[in-house]
T-cell receptor
């Protein structure tokens, strides 16, 4: 079974703090993704990575950055957290290639509250 | 921009009923239409998916109906059970998700 783990289930941070969300997958997947999930908006893609040290912007990259130093780990960074970044953050991974991206395996999510 | 429109936002049915969730997309280049199921406290998990070269796909009690000309597709859950209570997301292509439908199946 594919396992995608996220470092925290719940996080509370203050405005202006730098926040790191970590994601690890154990299936040797090339593709990894970060989404945020908000009521009424569904899942929106923030960034994705198709290889180590590679990254691509998704639909809402503003205020976020990512790091992929190792294949199994994909980090989402909020450089200066703001209250409008309060959300559920979901990490996903998938096998390589365009067809591989069709089946994504999600982690349990990190619920972030920015005060 | 919402490229995939999903309705309804929430749905309540009795056990044994057939909830139907609808999605519409805009981009005719989309070629893959999955549905994900999410239980509270969990990430979404792939439930069933269809490609535009077929009009229907069935897996167990779950059926996708696809209308290419109308750019619409829907999920039907036959003989729904309380254990089907979850949030369902449609998606188009790979990373375009609908807003989600919270389904409650009452015993």
């Amino acid at each position: 079974d594919v396992k995608v783990t996220q470092s925290s289930r719940y996080l509370v941070k203050r405005t202006g703090e730098k926040v790191f969300l970590e994601c690890v997958q154990d299936m040797d997947h090339e593709n990894m993704f970060w989404y945020r999930q908000d009521p009424g908006l569904g899942l929106r893609l923030i960034y994705f990575s198709y290889d180590v040290k590679m990254k691509e912007k998704g639909d809402i990259p503003e205020g976020y950055s990512v790091s992929r130093e190792k294949k199994e780990r994909f980090s989402l960074i909020l450089e200066s957290a703001s209250t409008n970044q309060t959300s559920m953050y979901l990490c996903a991974s998938s096998p390589p290639g365009l067809l591989g991206r069709e089946t994504q395996y999600f982690g349990p999510g990190t619920r972030l509250l920015v005060l | 921009q919402q490229q995939v429109k999903q309705s309804p936002q929430s749905l309540i049915v009795q056990k044994g009923g057939i909830p139907i969730i609808n999605c519409a997309y805009e981009n005719t280049a989309f070629d893959y239409f999955p549905w994900y199921q999410q239980f509270p406290g969990k990430g979404p998990a792939l439930l069933i998916a269809i490609r535009p070269d077929v009009s229907e796909k069935k897996e167990g009690r779950f059926t996708i109906s696809f209308n290419k000309s109308a750019k619409q597709f829907s999920l039907h859950i036959m003989d729904s059970q309380p254990g089907d209570s979850a949030t369902y997301f449609c998606a188009a292509s790979k990373e375009r998700f609908g807003a989600g439908t919270r389904l409650t199946v009452k015993p």
